[in-house]
């Protein structure tokens, strides 16, 4: 689509701001997306671009985050090869059937399934493993894990980074912080693989989406880097209050038919 300023400059540096705010929320426990979504519609950009321009923003707080994650050594991309190219697969599956797929059951279902999330790390604790533990990743769910996970990223995408977080902390010995780290990572291939597909189709605002994709970015640096030094005790609270409002929003919206 031709580079033209598609909302007013006082509108993009809102979105701009809001963007940042996600961008820090986004790299401790995810959820970003509550902010960003709603923030292009309410901006006025047709329905059929929000999607696509949020996944460029979004693209560049899971990078930054994961990068983080990755140079404090909580992350070690070989253990998780198998869930990588699982998770890429099944973005670039679920981006494509995105329009074709009627997806009415599994926006009621959201609410109760992103609720789950919260109530289990609410009430079910979590592995209490040392940051720098050298332990051995089974390979046995990674690629169901990432192709189911990633699908569903590529479809619709709200709650991912609860899923990957929780799933992982079900799956594997590890503790929050380092889920939060696979987490980031996984988001970051979702969100590249469904972005082409979004891009080849002609479904992004890119002057939008870089505008806030910039300031995402900032504020995943800065989220992650306080997610590390906080670990687990400033991390659980923080997923807990994104998975309830998360939940109330997507209540909200596919329950009550509000925008």
Request: with cysteine.
């Amino acid at each position: 689509m031709p580079f033209e300023l598609s909302v007013e400059p006082l509108t993009l540096l809102i979105l701009a701001l809001v963007a940042f705010v996600a961008g820090f929320i986004d790299a401790i426990a995810g959820g970003g997306g509550l902010l960003t979504t709603p923030a292009l519609l309410t901006a006025g950009m047709p329905p059929h671009l929000v999607l696509g321009t949020n996944k460029l923003s979004s693209t560049f707080g899971s990078a930054t985050a994961s990068f983080t994650y990755y140079r404090r050594k909580l992350f070690h991309p070989v253990q998780w090869r198998r869930a990588l190219i699982g998770t890429l697969f099944g973005a670039l599956l679920g981006a494509v059937v995105a329009h074709y797929l009627p997806a009415e059951w599994l926006n009621k279902m959201l609410p109760v399934v992103v609720f789950a999330c919260g109530i289990y790390l609410l009430f079910g604790g979590t592995p209490k493993a040392p940051l720098d533990a050298d332990v051995p990743i089974k390979k046995t769910w990674q690629v169901p894990q990432g192709f189911t996970l990633g699908f569903y990223d590529g479809v619709a995408g709200p709650g991912t980074g609860a899923f990957w977080t929780v799933s992982t902390l079900l799956l594997y010995p590890i503790d929050l912080v380092r889920a939060s780290g696979v987490a980031r990572t996984m988001n970051f291939v979702s969100n590249v693989a469904a972005l082409t597909v979004f891009m080849i189709s002609g479904q992004v605002d890119y002057l939008v989406g870089l505008a806030m994709g910039m300031s995402v970015m900032v504020g995943a640096f800065f989220g992650a880097r306080t997610a590390i030094k906080g670990g687990n005790k400033f991390i659980r609270p923080v997923f807990i209050a994104v998975v309830l409002a998360l939940t109330v929003r997507l209540a909200w919206q596919h329950w009550f038919g509000q925008a």
